[in-house]
């Protein structure tokens, strides 16, 4: 699977200018409010024809200005799942769930009770939409848009109407259509939390312009990234797997960075897991810390020291295999001397764990 | 004279043809009204003005220029009239098809305006989704736009009905008053009016009209909030 996306549309006042790709797994589209996160999504369901550009889906042209090719939305493929779920108020729920399905022609990828069972929405089969709950809505609408057999999925901040309670009720849904069936998603949101979750493709977005895009874990162990995150939210992802359980009540876990110490997880061992450490979690010390409650102590060597918002500076670490990120105060990282190369080690205050695989 | 149910032949006649005429403009026009309807209220076009413009024409002219026009242009030596009566040997004036013509003219403003409403609240983007689910425009039409409409194009339709019962002025300078043949129920209203002792008989048929429109009317509340109650559905 491959989505590959460059295009040129004026807005009065703004204009958006992007060039990307996505493989498969879930490519975030990462950005505030006004950096054209919708527009882009919207351009590759079909709902706005840019001005310039070509978009392509596994080598076939959605749209491209250098021919005049447009195809409509109900011809390109794709399951949108908007940010109002959009359900057919006239429908019942199994009737919504089955109406994409009317107009499928291609593929046969997913059927409507694994679609039901994976969602949790078997309950609701016979209800109308004006009865359900705001995240109940959202499970069908996301059933809907499954089941039109769609070659890849699009979602514009499918959370963001829900409260706390309901999106953590709809993310290990989201988590399981990432990882049960093969179907890719572009996904689109302003909030990092869900996207340090569920995304293995970051793609940032700033006034109509792409300022990165990659790997969600090298992108956010790096400096530059920060800069596009917004206040405390840069940090490192990491992949972990679960190695044993401890008597004590702690969890033992093999990560890129060494082994890692979190408060007991319920997963078996062998599990994989995915970490987040935020920046400011993670303090840097000269010397091996003595007599110290912190858990997670591991060796680093400095790799940057770039300038962060305020009076802080982002210190790139390489930790084991992978990178690690540490927010300072400028005033520490002079008194340190931290520099490129010096060796230090790297006291993590706590892990998140956003993902349990 | 033969009475049945206290009525004369003559009124009951009219009353039969009162009913057979607004069935027929009813029923015929509620697919070009629905049509209008959506262009005027989801397409942009050129010349959308005009369509609108013409669509109205009839609430505002006085109904008697609307019937001379529909004599002009559908009468045998009009230019349309002429052509239905050498192709097909379909005469409209003068005959009760030419007053379903005239009352459907009479009645497509309101058809069209309460279909319309209806159609500008359907909320657009349950219409995109369905587009992006796969279904090209017709579908869209057939199996979200018109369900939610359905309320509106009964409304519109019992509207039209009322009207075209009620259709004068148009419908007598078309096909004129001829008893049993042309003479709806407001033309033997009228006419019962100008002969002594015919206010019997006018008040009869007034009181016929009068429970038509409230049986018509009941039924449209009805038959709305049925189809209201089954799409907010709980």
Redesign the interface.
Known sequence: MSLSVALRHRFPGFTLDVDFQAQAGVTALFGRSGSGKTSVINAV???LRPEAGRITLDGRDLMDSATGRFL???R?????V?Q?S?L???L?VRQNLL??R???SHGDRIGFEDVVSLLGIGDLLQR????LSGGEKQRVAIG??LL?RPRML?MDEPLAALDEARKSEILPYLERLRDQTRIPILYVSHAMPEVARLATTLVILRDGKVMQAGQLEGLMSDPDTAAHLGEGQAGSVIAARVQAHDADGLTRLSTPLGELLVPHLDAAPGHTLRLRIHARDVMLSLTRPQGISALNVLSANVRSVAPGTGPDVLVRLAVGQDHLLARITARSAKALALAPGIAVHAVVKSVAVTDRG | MNDTLGLTLQEWQAVALSLKVSLWATVVSLPFGIAVAYLLARRQFWGKQLLNGLVHLPLILPPVVTGYLLLAGFGRRGPIGGFLDDCCGIVLAFRWTGAALAAAIMAFPLMVRAIRLAIEAVDPRLEQVAGTLGANCLWVFLTVTLPLILPGIIAGAILAFAKAMGEFGATITFVSNIPGQTQTLPSAIYSFLQVPGGEASALRLVAIAVAIAMIALLLSEWVARAIARRIAGT
């Open positions: 369901a079909g709902l409509p939305p109900h390109r493929g794709l399951g949108y908007f109002d959009r057919f108020p006239h019942s109406y994409g009317w107009f499928a109308r939409p004006g009865a809907r848009a039109s699009l």
